[in-house]
């Protein structure tokens, strides 16, 4: 998308939204017109393009090792209310055959990085939102031009009050005070940590917005860090729930007292979405060291020999093709080579898990060789916090139908290999699920990715609250 902060700085007329070019990356840019070219961008960033982590309609569904349901993946959200953005989300932007949410939230966002200060940005979105909050649908080129027009009447009235449109104010910029020094107000990290508690990127940006909002409303524009965290924890009970402002306490204090590393270890089948999961997860607990067992097995390769490990250097639902001594009687030669080969790889494993823990790094692994009954988290319990999950898509056809959409995309050539070994990936992931149950290891559904990694993420920052709170009442 074209910078628009870098066309005319003469501000000229409104543009005629009729003639506008469809392309977003030309947008109002092309017109020449300063506040057309923040119009459009704030517009196009406003609301974003329509995709989904979800590779199906489908709600996800985290449940135990009894296989009881939770709660479905809605659950939580009806009782944490239907915030703004669920409101927001019945209005769509159609673009024609594409329909999209607006967003409030990231239509103020957009603004503020034009130049745009913030009460004025929050005052245009609302302006916006008030004229479309009774439609259920709204066109490109409608929204473009309420934006528009409600920067003009910003520009108009800024006029005469002798500021510029896009110049924030000298006082405006928010300070946050700690031990450690002063920064400038971040709204990233603090939407961050309101992911850890559980949020969808849209309400944790949304509220975010609204945090902020309050802070400007106050005369000081330095702040401690303290009063910041404080503010975030009576928006999400306020907003959401009293879990939601436990589990962002919850967060902070973890990252704020405790030296432990966070290790994630994600398991599952070949091709179900683990690694897509556990990336995303990492993403909103802000772990940056993600590994994959495959990575690990593939150095392991360099070491040991096909003749010395021959079930190491195939793929794991082909490992029982090179055994080497006999099935056990009654035994599934699948699940005994894919056993064999994850024994292996567990070497390398817990070689990764000493080495985050020594470092102090906080890691995500993922992998078919993380196997329920291989590992347990208690071993580390006094020098980390060590949870396993693991990744199911327990129907059937939903798997296949998984394996056969990526075997057209990129990667084509591994995927298809899954899809002719789907029956052995199948029964990998029976073997997975029934030790799941056995050593009450967690199942996370992935049919919906982006229920899956809040509900995830939900799990791990609760339980880590309620280790910590065990961990305390015992010193006490």
């Known amino acids: 998308m074209a910078d628009s902060r870098k066309d005319n700085s003469e501000e000229k007329s409104p543009v005629d939204a009729s003639v506008a070019p469809r392309d977003e990356s030309e947008g109002f840019a092309a017109q020449g017109t300063v506040k057309g070219a923040i119009a459009s961008r704030a517009f196009a960033e406003g609301v974003p393009p329509r995709q989904s982590l979800s590779r199906f309609a489908t709600q996800g569904t985290f449940h135990d090792s009894e296989r009881g349901a939770w709660r479905n993946d809605r659950d939580e959200d009806d009782a944490e209310g239907d915030e703004p953005s669920a409101t927001l989300a019945r209005v769509r932007v159609a673009d024609g055959d594409t329909h999209r949410p607006f967003m409030r939230g990231i239509l103020v966002h957009s603004l503020t990085e034009q130049g745009v200060p913030f009460e004025d940005a929050y005052e245009i979105a609302q302006a916006v939102w008030l004229q479309v909050k009774g439609r259920s649908r709204v066109t490109k080129d409608q929204l473009r031009e309420l934006v528009s027009e409600s920067l003009s009447e910003l520009a ?38 309101l992911l850890a508690a559980g949020l969808k990127p849209i309400q944790a940006f949304e509220t975010v917005v609204d945090i902020e909002r309050d802070l400007h409303d106050g005369s000081d524009r330095k702040v401690s860090r303290d009063f910041i965290r404080d503010l975030a924890a009576n928006h999400l009970r306020e907003r959401f729930s009293l879990e939601s402002a436990n589990r962002y306490l919850s967060w902070r204090s973890f990252q704020a007292d405790d030296e432990r590393p966070l290790i994630l270890l994600l398991g599952g089948t070949s091709g179900v979405g683990k690694s897509t999961l556990a990336l995303e997860v990492a993403r909103r607990l802000g772990i940056g060291r ?3 067992t495959d990575s690990i097995r593939d150095v392991m390769r360099m070491m040991l020999t096909d003749e010395l490990v021959p079930t190491l250097h195939v793929s794991s639902f082909e490992a029982h093709s090179r055994l080497t001594t006999a099935v056990h009687k009654g035994a ?32 995500v692994l993922d992998g078919v060789s993380i196997v329920p009954g291989l590992f347990d988290g208690k071993e580390w319990a006094d020098r980390a916090h060590v949870f396993f999950l693991l990744a199911a898509d327990e129907d059937r056809e939903s798997l296949h139908g998984h394996l056969v959409a990526r075997a057209h995309g990129k990667g084509a050539r591994a995927s298809e290999r899954y899809v002719r070994n789907f029956r052995e990936i199948f029964t990998i992931q029976e073997d997975l699920l029934e030790r799941a149950r056995r050593f009450s290891v967690p199942v996370v559904d992935v049919q919906d990715l982006e229920g899956a990694a809040r509900r995830v993420v939900k ?10 709170a065990a961990e305390a009442s015992a010193v006490d």
């Open 290 to 292: 993600v590994l994959s």
């Open 459 to 468: 799990h791990v920052v609760g339980q880590l609250g309620e280790r910590r």
């Open 332 to 363: 599934d030669p699948v699940i005994e080579g894919f056993l064999e080969q994850s024994r292996t790889v567990s070497v390398g494993v817990r070689a990764v898990i000493e080495r985050a823990i020594a470092e102090g790094t906080s890691t």
């Open 156 to 193: 108009e009235e800024a006029g005469r009050e002798s500021h510029s449109l896009g110049a924030k104010p000298p006082d405006s910029k928010l300070e946050v005070l700690g031990e450690d020094g002063r920064w400038p107000f971040n709204q990233a990290r603090l939407q961050q940590s």
